[in-house]
């Protein structure tokens, strides 16, 4: 079945970049995902792929994916406390009927 | 637009007890999905709906769990008996049908600690 991996913590301080990291085993992926998740709260949707694409930026997001390697990484540009969550990477095949599946999420912590 | 709409927010029960959560989805959105959250985890699919049919049960523990969507539209999610492992946060997600970005809509989840 598809997997998702992504590393457990990231710890930066505010004014900094911050690079979350997944890997995904599925090589059917279309649209990958990036989801941020605050304490208390559902997930919100930060930005998507699709698996054609090699970059996508959106104001201090930047997303680029390594489809020979299957990595997808999220660059956030300017890091702020307001930024401290949990960020899921998840994939689907596709934007119809698929689910999504998720990465066990990274814990980003910014410090002032 | 209103979001998807979640209840109860909390619930503790004690083991062998039954529960059971509701969820409104956006207007609109014909899929429907139950995901459960455990702490330190990522969400794992339960069941996907689409309109009032079951595309996709493989994941729901079928001997406890059990959920309808009966008219289409709102939800609900049953669990009897709870075991202790069955403390999570159990979130609905909607979506609109072929949507171009595949988009996932969230409600705030609702946290079940079973003692």
């Known amino acids: 079945g598809e997997d998702v991996e992504q590393s457990l913590f990231l710890s930066v301080r505010e004014g900094d970049s911050s690079v979350i990291n997944c890997t995904y085993t599925?090589?059917?992926?279309?649209?990958l995902y990036w989801y941020k998740q605050e304490p208390g709260a559902g997930l919100q949707l930060l930005t998507y792929i699709f698996s054609n694409m090699d970059m996508k930026q959106d104001q201090r997001l930047t997303v680029l994916l390594n489809k020979k390697d299957k990595h997808l990484s999220l660059r956030i540009a300017d890091t702020q406390t307001g930024d401290s969550a949990i960020y899921f990477c998840?994939?689907?095949?596709?934007?119809?009927?698929?689910?999504?599946?998720f990465g066990k999420g990274t814990m980003l912590l910014v410090s002032p | 637009e209103a979001g998807v709409a979640q209840s109860p927010r909390y619930k503790i029960i004690e083991k062998r007890q039954s529960v059971a959560f509701w969820c409104n989805p956006i207007?609109?959105?014909?899929?429907l999905y139950w995901y459960q959250q455990i702490l330190g985890q990522g969400p794992k699919l339960l069941i996907q709906f689409q309109n009032n049919g079951v595309v996709d049960d493989s994941q729901l523990p079928k001997d406890r769990f059990s959920a309808e969507r009966l008219k289409g539209v709102d939800s609900t999610l049953k669990i009897q008996p709870a075991k202790l492992e069955d403390s999570a946060v159990y979130l609905c997600?909607?979506?609109?049908?072929?949507?171009?970005?595949?988009?996932?809509?969230f409600g705030e989840g609702s946290r079940l600690t079973v003692l």
């Open positions: 998840a994939e689907t095949e596709d934007s119809g009927y698929s689910t999504l599946t």
């Open positions: 207007s609109g959105h014909a899929t």
């Open positions: 997600a909607s979506r609109q049908l072929a949507q171009n970005t595949g988009e996932l809509f």
């Open positions: 599925d090589s059917s992926s279309t649209y």
